[in-house]
């Protein structure tokens, strides 16, 4: 009987048979017309495998086909079109050529990653067994206790049978932060700190800060693991707010696997992000983030190399010690934690079921500022901790984790995409040799059929074309700083998303510059083209070859344009929808009510038979049901001490049943809107205490399903090829037209900021 081992070796022997037989079938010289009945027959077999996902056999010979036409194309690119005779226009070709075999490599190693996927159902706590004392983390730097106070909230009203320690990590707290040279820092960080303390102190859980800044996050971590004890350590960023059945969901498993290192849940964002918002396309797509988390990290999982996230995640501490603690080399230390861990023979797993609910960045500075720091996190991995080099890695791991860095890379190589044909077209350099027809029996296969596989790989979690979008933006302003990465591994260093910014009216963002200036050369590029065209005959073949590129990076860039006009953003908080019952009652006079969506402070009602329409300033009662613990009420916040270095307290063990208790609270009414069947109203919440704070946040954030509804309806998005870039044209144009507009009224909304509501309005709202 063969050992699991042998088996294992057994089956990687075979693989890479597999690929050398490919590799060699893609570097046979055929004649083109073969080469195109080759062509057909791998379309076939890819629709064929599109419409049956159910096969695993039939899947993966659709993605091996996919792989054989796409190396068959590289292969004609190297043997067929370089202009090797010319010194001049060789290093352009070759730069083409290199970012073409880089675009292969993902595409390819995305193929492995996700070949299949693990779908892992929820693991039971089971009782009978001990119970893991669980620490939570919260780290904090300079978010405002207003961003941080619904998280904490939260954790402090997560369901589990044994105990939970809160822990607020505050580095913005820190003795460094507190006596900077800066006067103004250094009042600014002792009011910050104080608000914090005393939210705290309000809601039961402990506050922890140390001396200095050392390892930004990491180094925060790290001084929390030598002042807690918890066997399980759920590590959430300050904005994102777990559901009240996160640690149920999730705890149940750690006792069923011994080995299990850690597990991740998904990043799940209630605001869209700002390119999202700026091109008005929040309910028509799936949101950015759904393509890494609902299928990329379920495709790792299954090869045992889901990796740590950075929040929303529960590792065992003694996985973690093992590992020496949060890594502090680089500053994505999530991921290259993960792989310290894997590497030590721990495994881990991904739940994909949402059970945070986060923030995106609310301006497209902010969001170039997070995505810098991953890039640079990432290829700092690359260099200095290299999966491929990695003792302990098992082979699929190593390749999972090679595809995370090696992505990063894509601003050089998208950037590169975007000049190549301006070479061509104002300096008449030949980035490529060969006809329209060579062009179309190689690379139109190649196109086609990748794009249809990638359709269906990831077609519910990402619209087509989309990601050439988010890359092509992102690429204009991450260029230098990934370069500086590669110059120097060390030198950057780790920097704090900013989140619950406001704009109060619609403005183009600073870097649009960037984007107008590209659209200028790739725009004189595409006229000087068209113009050769008609007045060299001769060059059409290969004029038409290049602009049907320019032109795709022109729209591209249109669209960007579009993505760069920041709209109006005056809601500090989210609001989510609840659809739950309730009463409200004012002067004597009672009525049923929906409160049809919520926010931490306020809410929206649908109030349907009081006698006399509401009026703005009128205070309500409303009285809803809110689960409470039936043994006792929350924690004697005075049991519970602040401190700067303080030892795990308990923040309640919450091992009773939950049972419905109603909760009265005080609304002032903002708007009215009169309804034939009733009236709806805007309404603030009045009382600021920590009952009505857990309330309001329970009934915002603590159900999962809500979240599970959105991502089902962010699938639903699906559309086909020839639809998704139907659209894609047509909002190139919108986000022109858009541009045009805002251009022409930035003097009008200069003006009327001047004269804007009262921004808290729309916190009400």
């Known amino acids: 009987m063969k050992t699991p081992n042998a088996l294992s070796g057994m089956k990687w022997f075979t693989a890479i048979l597999l690929f050398v037989a490919i590799t060699g079938l893609a570097t046979v010289n055929v004649s083109t017309e073969t080469h195109l009945w080759l062509s057909a027959s791998a379309f076939v077999i890819v629709m064929l495998g599109m419409n049956r996902s159910d096969r695993n056999m039939l899947n993966l010979i659709m993605l091996i086909t996919g792989a054989l036409i796409s190396l068959r194309y590289i292969w004609w690119r190297y043997d067929q079109t370089l202009p090797w005779e010319s010194s001049i226009d060789m290093p352009f070709a070759l730069a083409l050529f290199i970012t073409e075999i880089y675009g292969i490599t993902i595409y390819l190693l995305g193929m492995f990653v996700n070949v299949r996927q693990r779908e892992r159902d ?20 300079n978010e405002s206790p207003r961003v941080v106070r619904p998280t904490i909230s939260a954790a402090m009203q997560l369901r589990y049978p ?14 460094q932060k507190l006596n900077d040279p800066n006067l103004q820092r250094a009042n600014a960080a002792r009011q910050r700190t104080n608000d914090l303390k005393q939210l705290c102190l309000e809601l039961g859980a402990n506050y922890l800060t140390r001396p200095a ?11 929390a693991l030598k002042h807690s004890s918890g066997e399980l350590i759920l590590i959430l960023d300050a904005d994102h707010v777990p559901t009240r059945d996160f640690l149920v969901n999730t705890v149940g498993m750690f006792q069923q696997q011994p080995r299990l290192g850690f597990l991740q849940t998904p990043h799940f964002f209630v605001t869209p992000n700002p390119i999202e918002r700026n091109l008005g396309i929040e309910n028509k797509v799936p949101a950015e983030n759904e393509m890494f988390y609902n299928r990329i990290l379920k495709g790792m999982d299954f090869w045992n190399a889901s990796f740590f996230c950075g929040s929303a995640a529960i590792i065992r501490r003694k996985a973690l010690v093992e590992a020496e603690g949060i890594s502090s080399k680089t500053i994505t230390e999530d991921a290259d934690t993960a792989i310290n861990i894997h590497a030590n023979g721990w495994d881990s797993a991904y739940i994909n079921k949402a059970m945070i609910a986060g923030l995106s960045p609310d301006t497209f500075g902010a969001y170039v500022a997070q995505r810098t720091r991953w890039a640079q996190g990432m290829l700092q991995i690359f260099m200095r901790n290299n999966p491929l080099l990695k003792r302990g890695l098992s082979l699929p791991q190593k390749l999972c984790y090679l595809n995370s860095t090696l992505f990063w890379f894509f601003p050089l190589f998208r950037v590169i995409y975007l000049l190549a044909p301006l070479c061509y077209l104002l300096f008449d350099l030949q980035i490529f040799v060969g006809n329209a027809n060579d062009f179309i029996a190689y690379a139109i296969p190649h196109l086609i059929i990748s794009m249809a596989i990638n359709q269906h790989l990831f077609g519910n979690s990402r619209n087509a074309f989309f990601s050439e979008l988010y890359e092509t933006i992102l690429a204009l302003f991450l260029l230098l700083p990934v370069l500086s990465v590669l110059v120097n591994p ?33 725009g004189t590029a595409e006229a000087w083209g068209i113009y050769r065209i008609y007045q060299y005959p001769v060059e059409q073949g290969q004029l038409t070859v290049v602009l049907v590129f320019n032109t795709f990076n022109l729209l591209m860039c249109l669209v960007c344009l579009g993505a760069m006009v920041e709209k109006r953003q005056r809601r500090f908080e989210p609001r989510t929808r609840c659809e739950t019952r309730a009463s409200v009652s004012i002067n004597g006079e009672s009525s049923d009510a929906l409160i049809e969506d919520a926010s931490i402070s306020g809410a929206r009602l649908t109030i349907p038979s009081l006698s006399q329409p509401l009026q703005p300033n009128d205070v309500i009662q409303l009285v809803c049901l809110a689960e409470q613990p039936k043994s006792s009420p929350q924690p004697d916040t005075e049991s519970y001490p602040i401190s700067d270095n303080i030892h795990g307290n308990t923040a309640g063990k919450s091992s009773d049943k939950m049972h419905l208790k109603p909760h009265r609270l005080a609304l002032r009414v903002h708007q009215v809107h009169a309804l034939a069947t009733g009236q709806t109203v805007n309404c603030e919440l009045m009382d600021a205490d920590a009952k009505a704070a857990q309330i309001f946040t329970s009934m915002t954030f603590g159900h999962s399903q809500r979240w599970a509804k959105r991502r089902e309806f962010e699938a639903q998005q699906r559309k086909s090829l020839p639809h998704a870039f139907a659209s894609f044209c047509k909002l190139a144009f919108l986000g022109l037209t858009q541009a045009i507009t805002s251009a022409g009224n930035r003097q009008d909304s200069s003006g009327s900021a001047a004269h804007h509501d009262n921004p808290t309005q729309d916190v009400r709202q």
């Open 122 to 141: 929820i693991v039971p706590i089971d009782e009978s067994k001990p119970l893991p004392v669980i620490d939570v983390f919260i780290p904090t730097y």
């Open 213 to 223: 800044n050392l390892n930004a996050k990491a180094g925060n971590i790290n001084h």
């Open 162 to 175: 044994g105990t939970v320690n809160v822990w607020v990590l505050d580095d913005g707290g820190t003795a």
């Open 490 to 522: 060390r030198k950057p260093s780790f920097t704090v998303t900013p989140k619950g910014e406001t704009t109060d009216h619609t403005h183009f963002s600073s870097l649009t510059p960037v984007v107008l200036a590209l659209i200028a050369i790739i």
